[in-house]
Structure formats: C-alpha cells, structure tokens
C-alpha cells in the first residue's frame, strides 16, 4: 500500500541535516506538481516540550505529536541522535516495536540504526549505518549482518541508511519502491539531487593504513607502499624478508589479517585514490604508477573496492 502517513520519531539531540531531509521529501505539499501528499507527523515522548537539536549554536526542534501518534502510519522514520548519548527511552523502543508488528515500514537513518538495535530488529537482518558507527553497531548486535560499504539497505519492512547525506538516497528510493521513478524524479528534481546515486559509502571513507600486529614486517610493507610501481610476487616479498614462501604467507597474514596479494592492490588501489585527487594525472598514467598492468585493471580493482569508477571519483573529491 502506499505510503501515505508518515510518523518521524525525533529524540534528543535531534539531528538537524536528517531532520530537514525527511521534511523536505515527505513534508512539503508538492501536490501541484503531481507529486503525492503526505501527512507528516513528528513524534515525541513530549509534544510541545522543545528538544535540543545537535548543533553548536542554541537551537530546538518542537514535536507536535505524542508517540501515540505512531500508531497507523504507514511510513515510521528514525531520526538520529549521537549513538553515544546514552540509552533510548523505553517508551520509544517500545512504540518502535509496536510500530514494526503492526505492520509500519520502518526507516533508519545514519545512527538511529542502534535504535532499531536496541529495538530487537536488526537480528539477523542486513542493514547499516554511517561509516564511522559500523563497528559499533556490528560490536553491540553481533547478530546484524551490517555492510559499511552500502548507502542503504531495504530488507522490505524495515531500511536502513549510511551517513546523513544517504537518507536522501534511501527516502527517495522509498518513494520511487512504492509509487515510481517519475515522481521520485520530480522530488529530486526540486531537491537538486540525483535520483540515484552509484556507488556506496565506502568512496566516503578515509584512506587508512594498514599497520601490521608487530614490527616483523612493517620494514618491508614501507618499503613496497614507496615501490608500488615495480612488479612484487609472494616470492619476490619472501626474497626479500629472507623468509621461504610458505613461512612468508603465514607470517604475513598473521601480522596484517589478509593475503600479500589482498594487501597489495590495497594499496595500489589507495594510492590511486590519492592521485586521482591530488592530480591531474590520466588514468592511464595512474595505473602505472601503482603498478597496475593497464587503466583496465585500475578501473576493475577501483570499481570493486571504492565503488565507483576513477573518473567519477575524481570528479567528486579531486
């Protein structure tokens, strides 16, 4: 059935970019524009009472509905707060779960994952959260299957979104699962965003640097990351460490938790990301410097690991 009334649970501290993205899709009548109408409510344990919003400078968000305003909405949408700031209100798990059994889709965004966690409704479900919350989520439900690599996720019932900016990606995919493309389309038309994006979260996420469990042998990986353009096999790294080939392998994935192979377009595929935004290399030019075959296997390896191409990724961080 499609969604007509939609109920958005806020909690202290709201946060307001997320706030802001479930009204402008679902609050502002665009009817005009044939685009459906919604009835939004926002909920809290307080109606009337103001609730402080996460944000350095003084600011309040007012619900105007009680949590018993949850009931019969088609749409519930979790708002987040900062998934440290201490325990969720029973009475708001409650009225989650409540909402769930009785049928309401369920929509999380970034953080507000934890509250369906704490709700019991991420057990073995897929689901996500922003990426630097992943971990967390994974450590407090072990039994969630969470993917930090993903913009959202919609297991049917209940979807889960990444960082912020994502819930615009999962609010209009709700839009476009239950009434079409065109009048998502028209939604992100007016909102200026793509109607899609592609790619995932992980293009987001910083590079880091693997470090290995001990020093054995961070002297060599240092040495491969300033010599990635030369040709490196398990027997010449083993060479190298003075160490048999079989030792090499087991040693290596004792200290750094992957292959040498794993862990070398790694870091070819991170240096690689460094260029594309420091530079105005080609991609050709790139994949030599880190030592890929050719701008094939540069564009494969990256398309696996980021999620989307070099040049798309250029354009948007170089």
């Not at 958005?8 to 044939?34: L, S």
């Not at 819930?167 to 007016?190: F, P, Q, S, T």
């Not at 105005?280 to 191409?309: C, T, W």
């Amino acid at each position: 059935m499609p969604l007509k009334t939609i109920a958005m649970i806020v909690t202290e501290p709201v946060a307001v970019f997320e706030f802001g993205v479930v009204v402008e899709v679902f609050g502002i009548d665009r009817q005009e524009e044939g685009v459906a109408g919604f009835e939004l409510r926002i909920c809290g344990q307080h109606p009337g009472r103001p609730l402080r919003a996460k944000a350095s400078t003084p600011l309040s968000i007012i619900p105007s509905h009680g949590l018993d305003a949850v009931a019969g909405a088609d749409l519930v949408v979790l708002v987040p707060a900062t998934p440290d700031h201490g325990p969720y209100p029973a009475e708001v798990i409650e009225t989650v779960q409540a909402a769930y059994a009785a049928g309401s889709t369920i929509l999380s965004i970034c953080s507000a994952a934890f509250l369906l966690g704490e709700a019991g409704l991420l057990d073995g479900r897929d689901c996500t959260t922003h990426w630097m919350y992943t971990e967390a989520l994974q450590r407090r439900h072990p039994s969630a299957r969470v993917d930090p690599r993903v913009l959202f996720v919609d297991t049917g019932q209940i979807i889960t979104s990444a960082g912020t900016a994502s819930g615009v990606d999962a609010c209009l995919h709700l839009v476009r699962r239950e009434y079409g493309a065109a009048m998502a389309n028209k939604i992100a038309r007016r909102m200026v965003v793509p109607p899609q994006r592609d790619g995932g979260q992980q293009q987001f996420l910083p590079a880091p640097v693997p470090e290995c469990a001990s020093e054995g042998l961070a002297e060599l990986l240092d040495w491969v990351r300033t010599n990635l353009e030369q040709p490196h096999t398990v027997a010449s790294l083993a060479g190298r460490a003075n160490l048999s080939e079989r030792s090499f392998a087991r040693r290596f994935l004792a200290e750094t938790g992957t292959t040498p192979h794993q862990w070398l377009t790694q870091q070819r595929v991170l240096a690689a990301r460094e260029l594309l935004e420091s530079t105005d290399d080609p991609v050709e030019r790139i994949a030599s410097q880190v030592g890929f075959n050719s701008a094939v296997v540069l564009r494969d390896h990256f398309r696996r690991s980021v999620g989307v191409a070099p040049l798309a990724y250029r354009r948007r961080f170089c």
